[in-house]
């Protein structure tokens, strides 16, 4: 595979092709901030923190670094105005669904972002796929999907399938940036399969 | 619907996981809807997981979980027929079907459903019922419209 020679920030970086911006920028040292993105997992691009500024033959476009294919040349910028601004803005929307959000409270803090700015519309999950990735992509169960779509999407999970599997893994549940994941688990858990978890037996 | 029917249709498109769509389409359209048991025999058959069939289910307007009536009822919301009094005719719709949009009436008689811009504007307000197009609807004519369905 051949070498690919960019430039983020001003410092030369050495990728390989096919590698995106955001892995080459990683693998610099280099942070830019996602929510979406996930090592392990297909890269979603649902979230959008990732932007960058990319600099090819004289004109500056934005493109969403942990989908971006690498290129030659490629002068990235991780941080400015205008990706500062529009991480911003995207901050705020995501603080409307999700206030209390640690990780999208440490990003409001780093970007100026203002969790008041929008209406409140407490729906907590923020749509990052993450938990619903990792069950298909990593562990293969499946236990939890999305159903609806725009503002009535959600996350559910499969009763038959969590009652099952969920409480000998749980490994999605640290990956939610918002800890919804985990309420929805045991709202399921109270409606459908009560007394299956380690609970201390009360008969 | 009967199993050997909907295990017809999946024999029609070779059982493939790639004709999810095509396949809960067709039993959609004989069915009216899509039962339970319907989907259990498709995820089987496909190998699909339950996810993935919610996913689909839920996100396509075509699809419904729960029985619909003989007769779609559909009233154009878009912003010409809004303008021209689409708000009307849906409330006439409600009061005489004693439903509201997205719902079906339990004789299973009618399923009213509002959509956006049906792309006739200079006729709206638009009243689509089965199919057919009721352009420059009233009030009054919505009524006569919907006494004529058994
Ligand atoms: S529940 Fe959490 S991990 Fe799952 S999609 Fe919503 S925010 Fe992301
Ligand atoms: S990390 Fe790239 S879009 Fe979410
Ligand atoms: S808005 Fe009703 S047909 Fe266009």
């Known amino acids: 595979m051949s070498e690919v020679i960019l430039q983020i920030d001003g410092k030369e970086v050495s990728a390989t092709e096919g590698m995106t911006v955001l892995q080459a920028a990683r693998s610099a040292g280099i942070f830019i901030p996602t929510l979406c993105y996930h090592e392990k997992l297909e890269p979603f691009a649902g979230c959008r923190l990732c932007i960058v500024e990319a600099e090819a033959s004289g ?11 690498v290129e030659k040349d490629l002068v990235i910028k991780t941080r400015s105005e205008r990706v500062d601004r529009i991480r911003k803005t995207l901050l705020e929307l995501l603080l409307a669904h999700a206030p209390d959000s640690p990780k999208l409270q440490d990003l409001a803090v780093e970007y100026g972002a203002d969790k008041n700015r929008f209406e409140k519309d407490a729906s907590f999950c923020v749509h990052c796929g993450l938990c619903v990735r990792y069950c298909a992509e990593v562990v293969k169960k499946n236990a939890v999907g999305f159903v609806g779509r725009g503002t009535k999407k959600e996350i559910c999970f499969v009763p038959e399938i969590a009652s099952v599997e969920c409480n000998d893994c749980k490994e999605c549940f640290p990956l939610c940036p918002t800890s919804y994941l985990q309420a929805a688990f045991v709202l399921t858990e109270a409606l459908a399969f009560p007394n299956t978890s380690s609970e201390p037996d009360s008969e | 619907m009967d199993i050997e029917r909907i295990d017809q249709i999946i024999d029609s498109h070779r ?36 996810s993935r069939i919610q996913h689909i289910v839920t996100f396509y307007k075509a699809f419904s979980l729960v029985p619909r009536g003989r007769h779609q009822v559909h009233i154009c919301v878009g912003t010409a027929c809004h303008v021209r009094g ?16 997205g719902e079906t009436d339990l004789d299973l008689k009618f399923s009213v459903e509002t959509v956006g811009c049906v792309g006739c504007c200079a006729l709206g307000p638009v009243l689509e019922v089965d199919g057919k197009t009721h352009g420059k609807i009233t009030p009054t004519e919505t009524a006569a419209v919907l006494k004529s369905y058994e």
């Open chain 2, 15 to 50: 059982g493939e996981a790639s004709s999810l769509i095509q396949i809960l389409l067709e039993i959609q359209r004989e069915n009216g809807w899509l039962p339970r048991e319907a989907l259990d025999r498709v995820r089987e058959r496909l190998q699909v997981p339950v």
């Open chain 1, 59 to 69: 004109e500056s476009r934005l493109i969403v670094s942990c989908v971006s294919a």
């Open chain 2, 86 to 101: 689409a708000t009307r005719i849906l409330d006439k719709v409600e009061e005489i079907t004693g439903i509201k949009a």
